[in-house]
């Protein structure tokens, strides 16, 4: 207890890496940059964002997981990725719950549906029953097996009796890309990923798959709403310590995320990438990861897709 208390009242005595697992550019950097920024400007100590990608967020969880656990590296985690992770490859080298300390879930994005506008669609229904009337012909990109965009199909196909083909691509733009090409007919993808081709009228969205409206699109209904009761597929940033980080050094953390997803331009700059704050305590964020990992569990075993390390 006294070990904690002087851990917290002497840290950060030096600069925080915030470790993405992923490179520059994707959803993921920019929320850490962004929650560096101002993390940094609020509270005067120095954040680095080091991106180590590779392995589908594998290599930089691991690092993460085998650092110190002093509060001086962080996981900045695509946690809808790494729970899908933790069942779809049959060996780690970390564990998700074992070897890491929730600090706090960060945002929340849900996914879409988005066609080709040469599908003869105009909703979720008449996508489904356009499915079913060609099975096997419909392809969905994603940005990889066994990303969310990924299980979103798995999930989707099994929800409304559908067979569609995946393809994966080497991240969520090369498949927006192609979507708005053509090249392939629909896709899951995150708002930020698609909305200048849904702008340009090159893509369609037919819904968003959360259980309530998305707040700038009001009038895009839920898939769940169209047909598909229950259906959610979303993206989820969260941040972890290395497990055994003193919990004085914990709170302080998420203290400081907690009142930096507050300010008004850090929320607008999240929602011009399509995503909401979801701040939550440490204990909130272990019990979305168990929920989690049994939902992801459950849908990877049942398309029996398996990856080795």
Request: glycine letters at 10%; zero cysteines.
């Amino acid at each position: 207890m006294q070990a904690g208390s002087v851990a917290a009242q002497q840290y950060p005595a030096k600069p925080v890496r915030f470790v993405v697992p992923f490179a520059t550019g994707g959803g993921l950097d920019i929320t850490a940059r962004l929650l560096a920024q101002r993390m940094s400007e609020q509270s005067g100590y120095t954040i680095v964002v080091d991106n180590r990608p590779g392995a589908n967020g594998n290599l930089g969880a691991e690092m993460a997981a085998k650092a110190p656990a002093d509060g001086y590296t962080l996981l900045m985690s695509a946690v809808t990725l790494q729970v899908i992770n933790s069942a779809l490859y049959s060996k780690l080298p970390y564990d998700l719950v074992r070897d890491f300390a929730p600090i706090s879930l960060l945002t929340q994005a849900p996914l879409f549906l988005a066609v080709h506008p040469s599908l003869p669609v105009k909703n979720v229904k008449e996508f489904i029953a356009l499915a079913k009337a060609r099975p096997g012909k419909l392809n969905y990109g994603s940005s990889g097996t066994g990303s969310s965009l990924h299980l979103a199909g798995v999930m989707f196909d099994k929800a409304t009796g559908i067979k569609t083909n995946h393809v994966p691509y080497r991240g969520g733009g090369p498949a927006m890309v192609d979507l708005a090409a053509g090249q392939i007919e629909f896709s899951y993808p995150l708002l930020g990923i698609v909305q200048h081709f849904v702008d340009s009228g090159r893509v369609r969205l037919l819904g968003v798959a959360a259980l309530k409206r998305y707040a700038d699109r009001p009038n895009l209904p839920t898939i769940a709403e169209q047909g598909v009761p229950g259906f959610e597929a979303e993206t989820v940033y969260g941040l972890l310590a290395p497990s055994n980080t003193p919990r004085a050094v914990l709170d302080k953390l998420n203290a400081d995320v907690v009142k930096a997803l507050a300010v008004p331009e850090m929320k607008h700059k999240l929602a011009e990438q399509g995503m909401v704050p979801q701040p939550t305590t440490g204990e909130e964020f272990a019990r979305y990861l168990q929920r989690d990992l049994a939902k992801y569990s459950k849908v990877v075993k049942e398309s029996g897709i398996q990856i080795d390390f």
